[in-house]
């Protein structure tokens, strides 16, 4: 049997209150995400579109997963959510803002003491063997974030980046390498060997954990189909011709979400018995090529800063430059064995 943590007390400023989120606050969601996003980044990066996507998404649970906090007069000045609907959540994922006028108050301990309890849920979907931790992120540059989790007892852990390309002129293809072609995806026929792909791929990412792929299959399901820009026209498949197998998949969306102007490779990703032939590569200038066709002249991605497959010496060899770092954190809940991939071997 799981022995779960004792609930901690959560301390806010006199007349603030703390309560779950609920589908009419989207708005003042927005309006917090954006006021933390013109401080860090001098614009608004956040749509409602895209987040009540993420909240009506069939296995979020507001009540459960997230939490606002409200000041005196009303206004929603923080917010948390805990991400942990992997079938085996032994690394939940933490999301937080706190609105930059009212940092210093105790507001993100607040969130923080409650996404720490909230957590330790994940202990019963996770082996008992398992070790277990939480994470965070933030921007590397922003202080505060920084010294808010080193004082609750997070260690740094790893750094991500956003990387950029931007185009004076028509990107140039890469050839695809002998024996491989380039189609696109078709909706649903094509969704189980995508996905199964997109695993193959990635199985050496850090962080990777192996899921039931029924659950994995369908909960990706949800995420195409609900995303209002999904495009199967920007879904491509590099074709092994000899076998007519997916080879790498490079799956994009017609603008960011932090920045409708860029154009975004979601999903970049070549299976391991195609490696090192030039696919991963020619798949990435073909999407710089269809997305240029559509009018996007800055193209981004986010990629793991330091890439078990060398990823990031892909992207800077077709000329893509780090715009943003972030920090992440995490907060060890339970030693033991650790299941999610952290090297590569062979």
Request: net charge negative; charged share 25%.
């Amino acid at each position: 049997m799981t022995v779960l943590k004792p609930a901690a007390q959560i301390v806010l400023p006199k007349g603030y209150a703390m309560r779950p989120a609920r589908l009419s606050d989207l708005d003042a969601a927005i309006d917090l995400f954006n006021a933390c996003s013109r401080a860090l980044h001098g614009r608004d990066e956040f749509k409602a579109e895209d987040i009540r996507f993420e909240w009506t998404l069939p296995d979020t649970d507001l009540e459960k997963s997230m939490r606002v906090v409200l000041s005196p007069e009303g206004q929603m000045v923080g917010y948390v959510e805990v991400w942990d609907t992997h079938a085996q959540p032994v690394h939940p994922w933490v999301w937080g803002r706190v609105h930059p006028d009212y940092e210093g108050q105790g507001i993100g301990t607040a969130l923080l003491t409650w996404a720490d309890e909230r957590c330790h849920l994940a202990l019963e979907k996770c082996p008992p063997e398992a070790r277990v931790s939480y994470r965070v992120g933030y921007e590397a540059s922003y202080q505060p974030a920084a010294k808010l989790y080193t004082r609750l007892g997070f260690q740094p852990l790893r750094h991500s980046w956003t990387m950029l390309i931007e185009f004076d002129e028509t990107p140039v293809p890469q050839p695809m390498p002998d024996g491989f072609s380039i189609r696109l995806y078709q909706h649903p026929q094509d969704l189980r060997l995508t996905y199964q792909a997109v695993r193959d791929s990635f199985q050496d990412h850090f962080g990777y954990v192996e899921e039931p792929f029924e659950h994995g299959v369908e909960r990706w399901r949800s995420f195409i189909e609900g995303d209002q820009k999904f495009d199967e026209s920007l879904w491509f498949l590099a074709i092994d011709n000899a076998t007519g197998e997916i080879a790498g998949i490079s799956l994009c969306r017609i603008e960011a979400h932090h920045d409708s102007e860029q154009g975004w490779v979601s999903t970049l990703g070549v299976c391991r018995p195609y490696r090192r032939q030039g696919l991963g590569l020619a798949l990435l200038q073909h999407s710089f090529v269809e997305l240029w066709k559509r009018g996007k002249r800055k193209v981004g991605l986010g990629v793991d800063a330091s890439s078990l497959t060398g990823a990031t010496r892909l992207y800077e060899k077709a000329g893509m430059r780090v715009d943003r770092q972030m920090t992440m954190y995490e907060k060890e809940i339970r030693p033991g064995v650790e299941i999610s991939t952290t090297s590569v071997n062979g």
